[in-house]
């Protein structure tokens, strides 16, 4: 399956979500933002995409088409390849504006949605932003929360999967775990998706 993760709001974990499937579950990865350092930290399995480039090619493997924090004229092809868009945001009335815009642009190419609100700081405003998600769509729209992790930003920073973090001992083992757990059942809820 391939999954287009967009949010024209930058910095709310677009390629943290990117890495995580392409470290932890066998994904590759086109990377379709010059700022971006995805490809550079893993050459073997993400391609950068030319920011000039007008077509990306017809993935071959599973792929995560990871974004950068704007609107680009390949996001209708990477979507068209896709099984499931995923839109991260931070749940806070300052930046949802900018999620209603991403979501508005990706809700008419008719394909599944999943709204993962993350590093949220106050409960309620998860609740508040599906509300006004769905008050803008007029339809269901299915959240997966991602809380702040140390574990999960040690993960990225060593540059590996937080699975394979969490096999290792150590007081920080139980948060390693946790946040193990947290990314396998985002793949597993992903996997709902497959083929439908
Ligand atoms: N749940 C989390 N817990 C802790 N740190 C996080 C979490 N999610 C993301 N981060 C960190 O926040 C920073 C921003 O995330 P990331 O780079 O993934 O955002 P992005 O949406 O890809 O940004 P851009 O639009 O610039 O591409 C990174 O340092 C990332 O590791
Ligand atoms: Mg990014």
Redesign the pocket.
């Known amino acids: 399956m391939n999954i287009t993760i967009v ?1 024209f ?9 990117a ?1 995580q499937l392409i470290t932890g579950f066998g994904f590759c990865g086109f990377e379709i ?1 010059p ?2 350092s995805l490809s550079d930290r893993l050459p073997e399995s993400v391609e950068r995409i030319d920011i000039q480039q007008k077509n990306i090619e017809k993935p071959k493997k599973e792929t995560i088409f ?1 974004f ?2 704007f609107d680009d004229i390949k996001l209708d092809q990477a979507i068209g390849y896709s099984d499931l868009i995923i839109i ?1 945001f931070i749940p806070t009335l300052e930046t949802i504006q900018g999620t209603v815009d991403t979501l508005v642009r990706v809700a008419s190419a008719n394909k599944p949605i999943l709204m993962v609100p ?2 949220s700081q106050k409960e309620n405003d998860i609740g508040d932003a599906k509300f006004v998600f769905e008050d803008t769509l007029g339809f269901e729209v299915e959240m997966f929360p ?5 574990a ?2 040690t993960a ?1 920073n060593e540059n590996r999967s937080i699975g394979e973090l969490s096999k290792q001992g150590g007081i920080k083992a139980y948060a390693y775990k946790k946040g193990a757990q947290l990314i396998n059942d985002l793949h597993a809820k992903i996997r709902e998706y497959e083929n439908i």
């Open positions: 949010n709001k930058g910095g709310v974990g677009k390629s943290m979500i890495h933002d700022y971006g990871d950068g924090g991260p993350n590093m991602i809380p702040m992790s140390v999960l930003q990225i």
